[in-house]
């Protein structure tokens, strides 16, 4: 089994920052493509950012320049660097995780989510 548990959400001003982390842990060989994903109250949930174990990395349109994705393989852990937020970044994040375990199965698995709230 493996488990995402996710850390560095809350409640901020508009302009200010937030980093997210999320560390994987569990029966894990590999860890392919980490990332971010989130959804806002009626709408669906959307890729935020990407990256993968060479650290190629993918990110919404809207958001390049705001947003930085990172890992560190060694301790399984992805980030997201969030910068000047905006009300419209209101949303739970979710991360996932590509994981090849060590039974040598590959799926992907989710973290319980964290809140980020913007205010105006």
């Not at 200010?16 to 009626?42: K, T, V």
Request: with cysteine; aromatic share 10%; hydrophobic share 35%.
């Amino acid at each position: 089994q493996v488990h995402l548990v996710e850390s560095g959400g809350g409640l901020v001003q508009a302009g200010e920052s937030l980093r997210l982390s999320c560390a994987a842990s569990g029966s894990i060989f590999a860890i392919n493509a980490m990332g971010w994903y989130r959804q806002a109250p009626g709408k669906q949930r959307e890729l935020v950012a990407a990256i993968t174990s060479g650290s190629r990395t993918n990110y919404a349109d809207s958001l390049k320049g705001r947003f930085t994705i990172s890992r560190d393989n060694a301790k399984n852990t992805v980030y997201l660097q969030m910068n000047n937020l905006k009300p419209e970044d209101t949303a739970v994040y979710y991360c996932f995780a590509d994981v090849t375990t060590t039974g040598r199965t590959s799926t992907n698995y989710w973290g319980q989510g964290t809140q980020v709230t913007v205010s105006s």
